[in-house]
């Protein structure tokens, strides 16, 4: 059966690859997406680290409730709650009579023509923010909780070796312990690096069109289901793969001789 | 007013205790210019506490550390500062795992002194033909040998041009064999002139350059004096019973180590 339905299905991607136009745009903002919520997540997510390590009593509770809240409820609802809040603010705003926070109805793109085919990118429009900052304010407390576990594995000798020459703690951090802790983390960061494109589907929920809403697009306009998602998963696995790829080699050009 | 007569080191009555234990309970010793300080003990008996209050990696809970006069304990002292005229070196060695041996000792110049690459590159080359690692600057850590990391580990501590350096069993965590080129250098160093504490169970070491000689036991003093003192007529009975211990385990003695009952 299978077999004899094979042929079809090939035609069928054939023809989801039609959409190339489509299925490209939604590719560069899925990796738009990604490259900002996996930036955000990285500095702030290295902040919260050294934070909740180093950041005394008061510091490293805010830091660890942050992370403990962002990792314990569900990505979806946290990128409700960024969407919607703006609106419930207006609304409070609007019953106290008060001025409110103009929220859609801007964006930043551009246009191209490729092959004959006219492409618009938007780079960023309230939606596009919501998500990237939603993703990225998410992917800050795992990425934090891998930046914590490498800087542990550091330890407490390199930083009082540091301070016993008159470096401060703040040096300390700064030209000991990060330079070796970020080398470490590498092999356990590279897991945030290849889940994070697949969380940024989600985005699709508050319209925002990446490659899956583009899928979406795709199958309502031809009912190819199958078809189409097979070629999204097989644009995923590509991306992965380079990622992990990419950070096996950083990981090894990186690593310090000897150990 | 009278400075040039002030020790370089005074401890005065120090206490420390972390949650119950108390580690130190009432140390006091002063060191002068150019003196090699001692101190011996039983595992446990709080020396490593006693060097971490110094530099205040660990403060002492009551007492005083006075650096060439200045209180360490004031409030508005710079720690930073006072520590960068304090040179440690570690058991462990403790070097810095991404840096080669050149950068683990030049890092210091640099990012505490403030001395431009070039001037800390000549410095740190220095500090490390004094403990004759020269050679072996380009490498990192892991591809040296216990012994040559804690050559770089003291060059790191000189390079500084510290007042004093504290040294935290030395040799301890090195191999037989290795340890020798580690003690040549410090007997070197103290030689030359440098202001020194040491944690150290080698009598040799001490017999050739200690100043003075402190016992400590469960985080008193119980005996000091000098190296010829402790090897021809120490008075405390714990005392004798450690240093028959040591003469066991390097094989200077006819008796077998007691150990300890199971049970203990």
Redesign the interface.
């Known amino acids: 059966m299978i077999l004899q339905e094979l042929p079809e299905l090939v035609d069928d991607i054939l023809r989801v690859l039609g959409f190339w136009d489509q299925l490209l745009i939604g590719l560069a903002k899925t990796m738009w997406l990604y490259m900002w919520a996996l930036l955000i997540g990285f500095f702030l997510g290295l902040l919260l680290a050294i934070l909740r390590q180093y950041g005394g009593r008061v510091l490293s509770r805010i830091s660890t409730g942050y992370i403990e809240l962002m990792r314990g409820t569900p990505l979806l609802a946290q990128l409700f709650l960024f969407y919607f809040l703006p609106y419930s603010i207006n609304s409070l705003l609007r019953a106290e009579g008060l001025p409110y926070i103009p929220i859609g109805g801007w964006a930043f793109y551009t246009t191209t023509e490729i092959f004959g085919r006219s492409l618009t990118f938007v780079f960023i429009d309230h939606i596009t923010l919501i998500g990237i900052l939603t993703l990225g304010l998410n992917s800050a407390a795992y990425q934090a909780e891998y930046f914590r576990g490498s800087i542990m594995s550091v330890g407490t ?2 930083l ?9 703690r703040r ?1 300390g951090i700064f ?2 312990i990060l ?2 802790a970020l ?1 470490r983390v590498i092999p356990a960061w590279s897991n945030e690096a290849a889940y994070l494109p697949k969380y940024t589907v989600v985005v699709f929920y508050i319209g925002v069109t990446e490659l899956f809403a583009k899928a979406h697009h795709i199958i309502s306009e031809t009912f190819l289901t199958l078809a189409a998602y097979i070629v999204v998963a097989v644009i995923f696995l590509v991306i992965i793969t380079l990622i992990s790829k990419g950070l096996d080699i950083v990981h090894k050009r990186t690593a ?4 | 007013m009278e400075k040039k007569y002030e020790k370089v080191l005074k401890v005065v009555d120090v206490w420390k205790s972390y949650e119950d234990l108390e580690v130190l309970k009432g140390i006091s010793f002063e060191l002068g210019e150019q003196e090699v300080k001692v101190i011996f003990g039983p595992s446990g008996s709080g020396k490593s506490t006693l060097l971490r209050c110094i ?1 205040m ?1 660990s403060p002492p809970d009551k007492g005083e550390i006075f650096l060439s006069g200045q209180s360490l304990m004031a409030s508005e002292v710079d720690l ?9 070196v ?1 058991q ?1 060695f ?5 840096l080669k041996a050149i950068d683990n000792v030049s ?2 110049l640099r ?2 002194k403030g001395l431009s690459k070039e001037e800390a590159h000549i410095k740190a080359l220095e500090a490390l033909r004094r403990v004759k690692m020269a050679e072996w600057a380009n ?6 040998s216990g012994g040559q990391q804690q050559r770089v580990g003291i060059a ?2 000189l390079s ?1 041009e510290p007042t004093l350096i504290l040294f935290d069993e030395p040799t301890s965590a090195l191999d037989p064999e290795l340890i020798g080129e580690v003690l040549q250098v410090m007997l070197d160093i103290a030689k030359a002139g440098t202001t020194m504490v040491v944690v150290t169970h080698e009598m040799g070491f001490a017999r050739a350059v200690a100043s003075e000689m402190i016992f400590i036991d469960k985080g008193v003093i119980i005996e000091r004096g000098t190296p010829k003192h402790f090897s021809t007529s120490p008075k405390s009975e714990r005392v004798k019973h450690f240093l028959k211990q040591i003469d066991i385990l390097y094989g200077r003695h006819e008796e077998l180590l007691e150990l300890p009952d199971e049970d203990d």
């Open positions: 000798g390199q009082e070796a540091a301070q016993s020459l008159g470096m401060s040096k030209h000991v330079p070796q080398r310090i001789p000897g150990l | 530099n990696l930073n500062a006072m520590r960068a005229k304090i040179g440690m570690f462990h403790n070097l810095f795992a991404h890092i210091g990012r505490v490498h990192y850590p892991a591809q040296l790191r501590a500084m």
